[in-house]
T-cell receptor, first 115, second 109 residues
Framework: GAGVSQSPSNKVTEKGKDVELRCDPI?????LYWYRQSLGQGLEFLIY????????KSGLPSDRFSAERTGGSVSTLTIQRTQQEDSAVYLC?????????????FGPGTRLTVT | KNEVEQSPQNLTAQEGEFITINCSYS?????LHWLQQHPGGGIVSLFM???GKKKHGRLIATINIQEKHSSLHITASHPRDSAVYIC???????????FGTGTRLTIIP
């Protein structure tokens, strides 16, 4: 079946602009995660959605970052007033449930470049 | 000190060698994940384990909960195994993954 898809694959934007990144999880996966991988850095957690529960937003680096998940499926990560330090690969992952029980399936990522 | 430490950071080996990558963590966990990331490629989950040992083809993952340590082994290594291997842990009641900094493995033909 189809894996996790993300769009766009690449996004170049000017500093100060808003961007939206999209994630389509695997059908039936109730858990959805957003991560960020900066150049030369490791992966860092951003936000986690599980079913209809309130999302865990503890990893969002600033209030310029927000995410929503509509209908328990597609998710959008929005970065307002982008800064150069936001340049990174943004990865989405989904799983059947909690990460302590189920493996995560990663999308190909969106490479964001802020000029 | 990072919650998840990997060693070595870089590893170069000849084709056919037995490879070991280590991961130590300092927090209580519900599971440990081993991930593989090829250059310019996406991330693939190799193993998720909370105890004992798992094997998939030439890959073996072990975990010692008491010592808070896991190892990833590759037998009969091949150039296509060249990738970054990432260890990650999920905590109890905390679904986010905390990642190690990765081990860059290069297998020379």
């Amino acid at each position: 079946g189809a894996g996790v898809s993300q769009s766009p694959s690449n996004k170049v934007t000017e500093k100060g602009k808003d961007v939206e990144l999209r994630c389509d999880p695997i059908s039936g996966h109730t858990a959805l995660y957003w991560y960020r991988q900066s150049l030369g850095q490791g992966l860092e957690f951003l936000i986690y959605f599980q079913g209809n529960s309130a999302p865990d937003k503890s990893g969002l680096p600033s209030d310029r970052f927000s995410a929503e998940r509509t209908g328990g499926s597609v998710s959008t990560l929005t970065i307002q007033r982008t800064q150069q330090e936001d340049s990174a690969v943004y990865l989405c992952a989904s799983s059947l449930g909690p990460s302590g029980v189920y493996e995560q399936y990663f999308g190909p990522g969106t490479r964001l470049t802020v000029t | 000190k990072n919650e998840v430490e990997q060693s070595p950071q870089n590893l170069t080996a000849q084709e056919g060698e037995f490879i070991t990558i280590n991961c130590s963590y300092s927090v209580g966990i519900s599971a440990l994940h081993w991930l593989q990331q090829h250059p310019g490629g996406g991330i693939v989950s190799l193993f998720m384990l909370s105890s004992g040992k798992k094997k998939h083809g030439r890959l073996i993952a072990t975990i010692n909960i008491q010592e808070k340590h896991s190892s990833l082994h590759i037998t009969a290594s091949h150039p296509r195994d060249s990738a970054v291997y990432i260890c990650a842990v999920s905590g109890f009641g905390n679904e986010k993954l905390t990642f190690g900094t990765g081990t860059r493995l290069t297998i020379i033909p």
